[in-house]
């Protein structure tokens, strides 16, 4: 699941540096990002991110409790009724996108309406794929099938680039071909794809509005908090865009470069080992073996606090060459760099948080727990715009970044300990320690990336962009394996995977 979502965010920063070459970072792009309001707003306020977390854990049980058949009922059932909302919503959406449009994408350029409502309604129908190909996705997860779901992502981001360079470059529809291959991109990877390799698997479907199955209804019920909330931290980016559009030309699109970096190891990190530990936590409450939850959960959290606070380290330090490394080329100049460089530091001092919260919330939605995360999810975000508000008059656009942040410290420390009132007490002794020892070889990996930056070559003016990507190298390399000597040394138990990993490496060598 890291492979195949640590490739997907490869492919993802190369939409973006296809993006950044081709159309800067000015009006076409601030469109482009504005133009998925209106499809991340009903993804969100459908329970789309929901859908999946919801099913799995109640198509786990019925599956791993030998009720298979009852399992696929479910399936056949969630999946018909929600093919029908998801459709009817996406109408209604397509039919009124100006007026939406012109709702939540506060203080908007009149000049970039047309376009910005063009690519909505582009996009919109993808977000049926998304719907009901996590659907899909969630009975694979269940069977410990990951392969398969890793791709959708990838065709994804392949759209993307594809219609920025054939679409919007060879046929010359501009920056309207990417939003023509994102839709391509969703089709093919969330929902063709699923339904071919589902019907390989034999996965019985059958049409069906069954709405008094106690499964059926156990898995709305869940959904419901998330759809009465509208909380999730995706909804952080969408607020983001909302005051982004008050300010001038371009502010837009440097947050949007910023999150998709800080969203990388968000979805190598994060989002990977939150999917991969889901039906494993799902197994376990069913079968009551609260045990083997809490270990398994807090062996996870000690994972992801010891692969990304280096991150940190390496984003507030060395964001610069980051950013340069990334997009600069074409049409995005220095002055974006320096611009994104910014907003990055700020967002880098909370990418733990992030990578933690999607596997906090799947540690709740496997016990079933969905309205206690929301109401913190909820909560959090009006903190967050609260925080928006107050610290814009002193830092302008940097306030939203920052205000990112500290929601997100704030949501992971209220989830962790309320996680603990439904499953019991985790290993906090251990998960401090590695977060503890986990900071401290973080801040020697930033003293040396702080030297290199310091030398000769980290001074150069007005570097281009082999020089970025060398320095890039220069301090990511050597700092990543100076982390791991001295986590070894301390006796991490997380360096151990490391470890074997590059012992098969060895071993393929010398044969």
């Not at 990877?189 to 106690?214: A, C, E, Q, W």
């Not at 080992?273 to 009551?288: C, G, T």
């Not at 939850?293 to 380290?313: E, F, G, K």
């Not at 009006?382 to 814009?392: D, E, T």
Request: with cysteine; aromatic share 12%.
């Amino acid at each position: 699941m890291m492979a195949s979502l640590l490739l997907s965010r490869i492919l993802g920063l190369v939409r973006e540096i296809v993006m950044a070459k081709m159309f800067g970072a000015g009006d076409a792009v601030d469109a482009f990002t504005l133009a998925f309001m209106v499809p991340d707003f009903l993804f969100f306020a459908i329970a789309g991110g929901a859908l999946s977390s919801a099913f799995i854990p109640v198509f786990s049980e019925y599956l791993h409790t030998k009720r298979e058949r009852e399992a696929w009922h479910i399936f056949s059932s969630v999946a018909s009724i929600m093919s029908a909302v998801v459709l009817t919503f996406i109408v209604l959406a397509w039919i009124f996108a100006e007026p939406f449009t012109r709702l939540l994408s506060g203080g908007i350029d009149e000049q970039l309406v047309p376009l910005i409502v063009e690519m909505t309604k582009i996009l919109l129908p993808a977000q049926f794929a998304f719907f009901i190909g996590g659907l899909m996705f969630g009975t694979l997860y269940a069977r410990q099938a990951f392969a398969i779901p890793g791709l959708g992502p990838n065709v994804y981001n392949l759209g993307f680039i594809f219609g920025a360079i054939v679409l919007g470059g060879f046929f010359k529809l501009g920056i309207v071909g990417m939003a023509w291959g994102a839709l391509g991109g969703a089709l093919i990877g969330n929902l063709i794809i699923p339904i071919y390799v589902m019907r390989g698997l034999g996965s019985p479907f059958k049409i069906s509005f069954d709405t008094k199955h106690p499964g059926v209804r156990k898995v709305f019920v869940l959904m419901a908090p998330v759809v009465l909330g509208l909380s999730l931290p995706g909804v952080y980016d969408m607020i983001t865009r909302y005051f982004g559009s008050f300010y001038h030309e371009g502010v837009n699109s440097w947050l949007k470069y910023g999150n998709v970096l800080m969203q990388a190891p968000l979805g190598v990190f994060g989002q990977s080992l939150a999917i991969a530990v889901f039906p494993a936590l799902a197994q376990f409450y069913a079968q009551e073996r609260m045990d083997m939850y809490r270990s398994q959960l807090s062996s996870t959290i000690r994972t992801v606090l010891y692969l990304t606070l280096p991150v940190c380290a390496l984003f507030v330090v060395g964001a610069e060459p980051v950013v340069a490394a990334i997009y600069q080329a074409g049409e995005f100049n220095h002055q974006d760099v320096l611009a994104v460089a910014s907003i990055l530091r700020i967002l880098a001092l909370g990418i733990w948080a992030w990578c933690l919260h999607p596997v906090l919330m799947r540690g709740f939605f496997a016990v079933q727990t969905t309205i206690l995360p929301i109401v913190l999810g909820t909560t959090t975000t009006a903190l967050f715009v609260i925080l928006i508000l107050v610290l814009r008059p002193a830092l302008g656009y940097h306030a939203l970044p920052t205000a990112s942040s500290i929601s997100a410290v704030l949501l992971v420390i209220a989830m962790m300990v309320a996680v603990q009132t439904k499953v019991g007490t985790l290993d906090v002794k251990g998960i401090l320690t590695t977060g503890g020892k986990s900071l401290l070889a973080s801040l020697v990996f930033a003293m040396v990336t702080y030297g290199i930056l310091l030398s000769p070559i980290g001074r150069i003016e007005g570097r281009g962009k082999l020089l970025a990507v060398l320095l890039l190298f220069l301090i990511s390399v050597p700092g990543a394996w100076i982390y791991y000597f001295i986590t070894k040394a301390m006796g991490m138990p997380e360096t151990g995977t490391i470890s074997r990993a590059m012992e098969r490496v060895s071993k393929k060598f010398r044969r």
